[in-house]
């Protein structure tokens, strides 16, 4: 089978397609033939094994799983001979993490794994990119800040994978919503409904003098001493972004003050915690309640283009790769 393997850290020309042997499904396992995989930032930052103390769980000097990709949607091509939740020709999407990478024509992955089944209403290429965006904001939004009906939340990199989400979970909750994003945006960021509305280039939001909430930084480009004069007694700022000045934050925090920094790192919680999160999601999207923004698709020969892409920090919602 062909697929994207990478052997060391660096540019997106460190991927390479190649022939390799087509995996078989284990006793537990269930093969997928791939039809859809997300590319995403998180994507680009472990093919630069950046940051550095990241590499102290996918590899010192070189990716220690050399296929890459993580989202993913497909069909089941066949089961090991305990598998039982699934059955031969059921379509699937889910995340693989720490294991056979998504960006290859075939994935092995656990029947205990994060796995679900496709709903008829979204395509291969939405359902590839939910474990990325939707599961994370969701994750944030939901279990961490809790948000509720008749808060303000601000989500700053409103235009992109997780921003996208955050900006219609948080108005599934109730929230009032002010996204944050370049100018070319803004009309996007509105339809999916937020309430107001910020362009970055010309003003920055933590200096308008509004307080909120929950401040979510998908993008990580602010910090929490920056947030804190905008937070609301009791506020959260939240961020996908670990640094060690949010790590210290996050320990001063819970000990000091009633303003809180929170990090998550969504992909590494307990896989059946994960699986109940991503079965409320789906249920949102069968009734039309929450929809997966796709910027561009690729091919699998067009991997480091898709990567080159993110790179620039400016896509609109998801990226994907159609196989």
């Not at 396992?29 to 039809?35: M, P, R, Y």
């Not at 379509?91 to 960006?103: A, D, L």
């Not at 790590?247 to 998550?264: E, Y």
């Not at 069968?286 to 699998?300: R, W």
């Amino acid at each position: 089978m062909k697929a994207i393997v990478i052997t060391k850290y660096g540019a997106p020309d460190v991927l390479k397609l190649k022939e390799i042997t087509k995996p078989q499904p284990g006793e537990n396992e269930i093969l997928i033939k791939v039809k859809a995989a997300s590319v995403t930032t998180a994507d680009t930052m472990i093919r630069r094994g950046s940051p550095w103390y990241g590499r102290l769980f996918i590899g010192l000097t070189k990716p220690k799983y050399p296929i890459v990709g993580t989202g993913f949607s497909g069909i089941i091509e066949s089961i090991g001979e305990n598998v039982s939740l699934f059955k031969k020709g059921d379509h699937v999407f889910g995340e693989s993490v720490f294991g056979q990478g998504s960006n290859a024509e075939y994935l092995c992955i656990s029947e205990d794994g994060l796995i679900i089944i496709k709903p008829n209403i979204i395509s291969f290429e939405e359902a590839a990119t939910i474990c990325d965006g939707p599961l994370t904001s969701w994750n944030f939004l939901n279990e961490m800040a809790k948000v509720k009906s008749g808060q303000k939340v601000l989500i700053n990199g409103a235009s992109g994978s997780l921003g996208t989400a955050a900006v219609q979970l948080a108005k599934y909750y109730g929230a009032e919503v002010t996204g944050v994003c370049s100018s070319s945006n803004l009309e996007m960021v509105r339809s999916l409904g937020a309430d107001y509305l910020i362009d970055y280039t010309k003003t920055n939001f933590t200096k308008t003098g509004n307080c909120y909430d929950v401040v979510f930084d998908t993008v990580g480009k602010s910090s929490f001493s920056e947030c804190k004069r905008i937070l609301a007694k009791n506020g959260t700022y939240l961020s996908p972004v670990l640094s060690f000045p949010l790590l210290f934050q996050m320990l001063w925090t819970t000990i000091f003050g009633s303003k809180k920094a929170k990090f998550s790192a969504t992909g590494l919680l307990a896989v059946p915690k994960l699986r109940t999160m991503l079965t409320a999601l789906t249920g949102l999207l069968e009734v039309d309640l929450l929809k997966v923004i796709i910027d561009q698709c690729y091919s699998l020969t067009e991997v480091p283009a898709a990567h080159r892409y993110v790179d620039t920090g400016h896509k609109k919602g998801n990226v994907v790769l159609k196989l």
